[in-house]
């Protein structure tokens, strides 16, 4: 295989346009502004609720989450339904590109996709990312693990963002080690004849989180934030990974087709919105007491001060999440990260109150609560929109999603719950939060340069599939010819059902996963 037929794929997780044309005025993408001038850019839309956990496993299967089956960070516990644990790659209930590309024939190198750990037995090196246990076998094949280790070793998880306490100046340093890094571990991974290849860097999301003020021009904050030295110093890590992907696509060969993308983009936030603290003060749901207890005692600043403590580690990783609710009076309930409600149905949750007969009418009453609700302190609203299912999911798995979801006002987020559980308030930290709008940038000789419009995620998986000759019927998604060329399949394949193994992690190993999404205010 020659190199010129390579596909590298390198994301930016939260990449977001905004954002990359401040720094390109700053001089601080060179490599990436080149890209763009000789290439194609567009728009790249993400699904809904637009988080990590759900996009990833779009982009990997050309599949919304209607079609893959994964809409959070954690799925019901088929054992105990009241309970969740961590989505893993065993969720993902359709099969993905490099599935695909491995049983043609070609090899893959995939590196940090988040959920793709543990990682799929593909033809090639996989490093899995993003929340790892420790000690656990998240290189394949595992036997190419020593060589890693030996050569580059890849540094797991970190970079959680969300104390209160935490420090800029160490988060900063933390993000450059870990790009620094990962980026050796890639090219190392790079190495011999593939196909298509993904490295993801996710420094960009959780930098975008914390300092989305310093980032995002229309941040009410940022004139006055954005010739100080954090500034400055989020503009050199920026040029780090800059030069990071330069020297992946050097690894890829001169004549590699690259493409640059985005999960999702971002936006600025001032303000917060406890979605279960509103859904009590409209009176759709009533606090279980137990749970009350257990996330008043997470919030507190007793937990904050020895949560980093070995005492304080080993509580948080035997506490299992309590019911949130309770369900004999509660009506709808916080269902994913992102905005998600669900009605409590009989027939469909453990102890459903509404008749099937009744949910047209309580969801109409439920939306109409939300859409009314006004923020006494800012007299702004903090819900724009509330999407009903079947808007926006369809396909196998579309029961699995949420009733509805919330679409945030400017400047407002429905992530996290807030300052100590208070129903709204203002936030310096987090100032960036997700949005659909993300990128895409196409360079190489079988590019078609220009504007590509706005394309859906779900797209990416079918354009790198018809870059290998390949097509896949039943597919959401459609292929980008801009991108991957006018060329005929030479092999036609067909989607079929996915009976994946369980994820195989122990009791223990699923805590450890939960609390690393919980210092990323994934979940709570």
């Given at each position: 295989?020659?190199?010129?037929?390579?596909?590298?794929?390198?994301?930016?997780?939260?990449?977001?346009?905004?954002?990359?044309?401040?720094?390109?005025?700053?001089?601080?993408?060179?490599?990436?502004?080149?890209?763009?001038?000789?290439?194609?850019?567009?728009?790249?839309?993400?699904?809904?609720?637009?988080?990590?956990?759900?996009?990833?496993?779009?982009?990997?299967?050309?599949?919304?989450?209607?079609?893959?089956?994964?809409?959070?960070?954690?799925?019901?516990?088929?054992?105990?339904?009241?309970?969740?644990?961590?989505?893993?790659?065993?969720?993902?209930?359709?099969?993905?590109?490099?599935?695909?590309?491995?049983?043609?024939?070609?090899?893959?190198?995939?590196?940090?996709?988040?959920?793709?750990?543990?990682?799929?037995?593909?033809?090639?090196?996989?490093?899995?990312?993003?929340?790892?246990?420790?000690?656990?076998?998240?290189?394949?094949?595992?036997?190419?693990?020593?060589?890693?280790?030996?050569?580059?070793?890849?540094?797991?998880?970190?970079?959680?963002?969300?104390?209160?306490?935490?420090?800029?100046?160490?988060?900063?340093?933390?993000?450059?080690?870990?790009?620094?890094?990962?980026?050796?571990?890639?090219?190392?991974?790079?190495?011999?004849?593939?196909?298509?290849?993904?490295?993801?860097?996710?420094?960009?999301?959780?930098?975008?989180?914390?300092?989305?003020?310093?980032?995002?021009?229309?941040?009410?904050?940022?004139?006055?934030?954005?010739?100080?030295?954090?500034?400055?110093?989020?503009?050199?890590?920026?040029?780090?990974?800059?030069?990071a992907t330069a020297q992946l696509i050097q690894a890829a060969g001169p004549r590699a087709t690259?493409?640059?993308?985005?999960?999702?983009?971002?936006?600025?936030?001032?303000?917060?919105?406890?979605?279960?603290?509103?859904?009590?003060?409209?009176?759709?749901?009533?606090?279980?007491?137990?749970?009350?207890?257990?996330?008043?005692?997470?919030?507190?600043?007793?937990?904050?001060?020895?949560?980093k403590s070995r005492f304080g580690h080993a509580v948080r990783r035997r506490v299992r999440t309590?019911?949130?609710?309770?369900?004999?009076?509660?009506?709808?309930?916080?269902?994913?990260?992102?905005?998600?409600?669900?009605?409590?149905?009989?027939?469909?949750?453990?102890?459903?109150?509404?008749?099937?007969?009744?949910?047209?009418?309580?969801?109409?009453?439920?939306?109409?609560?939300?859409?009314?609700?006004?923020?006494?302190?800012?007299?702004?609203?903090?819900?724009?929109?509330?999407?009903?299912?079947?808007?926006?999911?369809?396909?196998?798995?579309?029961?699995?999603?949420?009733?509805?979801?919330?679409?945030?006002?400017?400047?407002?987020?429905?992530?996290?719950?807030?300052?100590?559980?208070?129903?709204?308030?203002?936030?310096?930290?987090?100032?960036?939060?997700?949005?659909?709008?993300?990128?895409?940038?196409?360079?190489?000789?079988?590019?078609?340069?220009?504007?590509?419009?706005?394309?859906?995620?779900?797209?990416?998986?079918?354009?790198?599939?018809?870059?290998?000759?390949?097509?896949?019927?039943?597919?959401?998604?459609?292929?980008?010819?801009?991108?991957?060329?006018?060329?005929?399949?030479?092999?036609?394949?067909?989607?079929?059902?996915?009976?994946?193994?369980?994820?195989?992690?122990?009791?223990?190993?699923?805590?450890?996963?939960?609390?690393?999404?919980?210092?990323?205010?994934?979940?709570?």
């Amino acid at each position: 295989m020659t190199q010129e037929d390579r596909l590298l794929i390198i994301g930016w997780d939260g990449a977001d346009w905004d954002i990359i044309n401040h720094l390109i005025e700053y001089d601080c993408l060179p490599h990436v502004a080149s890209l763009m001038s000789k290439g194609a850019t567009g728009v790249l839309e993400s699904v809904v609720p637009t988080h990590s956990w759900a996009a990833w496993p779009t982009f990997l299967t050309g599949m919304d989450p209607g079609g893959h089956g994964v809409f959070d960070f954690v799925e019901r516990d088929p054992r105990q339904p009241l309970m969740r644990t961590p989505v893993t790659s065993a969720s993902i209930r359709a099969n993905t590109f490099p599935e695909y590309l491995s049983n043609a024939g070609y090899e893959v190198r995939l590196g940090n996709v988040p959920v793709f750990f543990p990682p799929l037995p593909v033809k090639g090196r996989v490093i899995s990312g993003v929340a790892v246990p420790p000690k656990a076998q998240f290189v394949h094949p595992w036997t190419w693990k020593s060589e890693l280790d030996r050569r580059a070793p890849f540094p797991v998880n970190g970079l959680e963002w969300a104390d209160a306490n935490v420090d800029a100046r160490k988060l900063l340093d933390e993000a450059r080690e870990l790009l620094l890094k990962r980026t050796e571990s890639f090219k190392v991974m790079l190495e011999g004849d593939w196909k298509v290849g993904a490295c993801i860097f996710v420094e960009t999301d959780r930098l975008q989180h914390a300092f989305g003020a310093y980032l995002l021009p229309k941040h009410p904050d940022h004139n006055r934030l954005v010739d100080s030295s954090i500034a400055r110093d989020l503009r050199e890590l920026y040029r780090l990974l800059d030069e990071a992907t330069a020297q992946l696509i050097q690894a890829a060969g001169p004549r590699a087709t690259i493409l640059i993308v985005s999960d999702h983009g971002f936006r600025p936030i001032d303000r917060l919105l406890n979605l279960e603290a509103l859904l009590e003060h409209l009176g759709l749901a009533v606090s279980g007491r137990a749970a009350a207890a257990n996330k008043a005692f997470r919030q507190s600043s007793l937990a904050s001060r020895v949560k980093k403590s070995r005492f304080g580690h080993a509580v948080r990783r035997r506490v299992r999440t309590l019911s949130p609710v309770d369900w004999s009076r509660t009506v709808a309930y916080k269902a994913a990260t992102g905005g998600g409600v669900s009605l409590n149905l009989k027939g469909r949750e453990p102890h459903g109150i509404i008749e099937p007969r009744d949910y047209e009418r309580v969801s109409a009453e439920v939306i109409e609560a939300l859409l009314g609700y006004e923020d006494p302190e800012s007299g702004r609203r903090p819900v724009a929109n509330v999407l009903r299912r079947e808007q926006v999911h369809s396909g196998p798995y579309a029961h699995l999603s949420p009733d509805l979801f919330l679409v945030s006002n400017e400047g407002w987020s429905v992530f996290g719950s807030g300052q100590k559980g208070a129903l709204t308030s203002h936030t310096s930290l987090p100032t960036g939060q997700h949005r659909r709008a993300g990128i895409v940038i196409g360079a190489g000789e079988n590019i078609t340069p220009g504007d590509l419009g706005t394309r859906p995620l779900r797209d990416i998986a079918p354009t790198v599939l018809a870059y290998a000759g390949l097509r896949v019927e039943g597919l959401q998604g459609q292929p980008i010819h801009e991108i991957a060329g006018q060329i005929q399949p030479e092999r036609t394949m067909a989607t079929k059902d996915v009976q994946r193994a369980s994820s195989g992690l122990s009791a223990e190993e699923e805590n450890q996963v939960s609390v690393h999404l919980r210092d990323l205010v994934y979940i709570e």
